[in-house]
């Protein structure tokens, strides 16, 4: 393993290096996708329709377990998937996977479908930290997502870390910086998202992580919470909520990426409790449209 990054050096490099690399730049808008998580109860054909109809550009496909496609399946479900998407003029220009490794059986026939299929990038797996030590599950994880970034080179298509907060590793987005400082940008870097940033971060912190992510910043993931006491405990747990009523700075983060000109993908999630998903949908998806229109013009 590398020697562990010191700070200085961690902003030395981020400085040094450029925002994002050339798949991500442009002058054009991103991708807004819908993370189909959220229309699971929809076959391939009424996806494309639902998502068509709510206004999206794109899809976040899951092909993971209990996902949209299954990984045993992936052969012959994910072509069917993609051709129902697209035949209703949809991008896919992510999948969200749940591979974390090469030994993983699914990770071979999975990269190379999605590749084949011109899906540009997948979301990597969870792994957890554990009582074996942080830089110990950081030093295993390194190898593992180089076995598993091989295979993507390979197929020619592209891994992004998600920043999860609580004990994830990517979570802490330096800890992603330190696993791939030795693979080419081209083939991994960040699925960032400024909801767990933020949780993670409080009020600078998040903004110090979105630099070191735009060094390869491929992808983005979108939600918003706050926090607030529970009553019987006294405890302050994290609450989702619609995007605007919480405490991420919209502006603030897509004045950013705008500047940056990134145009990859971003996916909307929800999270929270509704009683009606489609329209809380609908709600965050304008809010969303609006940032992009506002920081973009």
Known sequence: MSKPITRRGLFAAAAATPFVTSAQ???????????SKHL?????????RVSK????????????????????????????????LRGRGLKVPMISTGLTSANDPAAEPTLRVAARLKV???KIGYTHYRDTGLFET????????????????????VAGFHNHSGPYVGGLVWDTREMTRNIDP????????????TIEGGRFGWQATLQIALTRLKMIAIKDFYWKKDASTGKWQRTMCPLGEGMVDWDRFFATIAKARFTGPISLHLEYETDDEMKA????????KKMVAKHYA
Do not use: M, S
């Not at 109860?41 to 494309?48: K, M, R, S």
């Not at 993971?64 to 072509?79: A, F, M, Y």
């Not at 960040?190 to 909801?195: A, H, K, L, N, S």
């Open 25 to 35: 730049r442009g002058a054009g808008k991103p991708t807004l996708c819908i993370f």
């Open 40 to 48: 699971q109860q929809f076959g391939y054909a009424e996806l494309a």
């Open 53 to 84: 109809d709510l206004g999206f550009e794109g899809v976040d496909l899951t092909v993971r377990p209990k996902g949209h496609v299954l990984p045993e399946n992936v052969e012959q479900d994910l072509p069917r998937a993609i051709r129902a």
């Open 120 to 122: 540009p990038y997948f």
């Open 138 to 157: 950081i030093a295993a994880a390194t190898l593992a997502t180089e076995g598993l970034v091989d295979i993507a080179k390979k197929h020619g298509i």
């Open 186 to 197: 081209r083939w991994i870097g960040y699925y960032f998202d400024p909801c767990h940033a």
């Open 281 to 288: 949908i609908a709600t965050d998806y304008a809010f969303l």
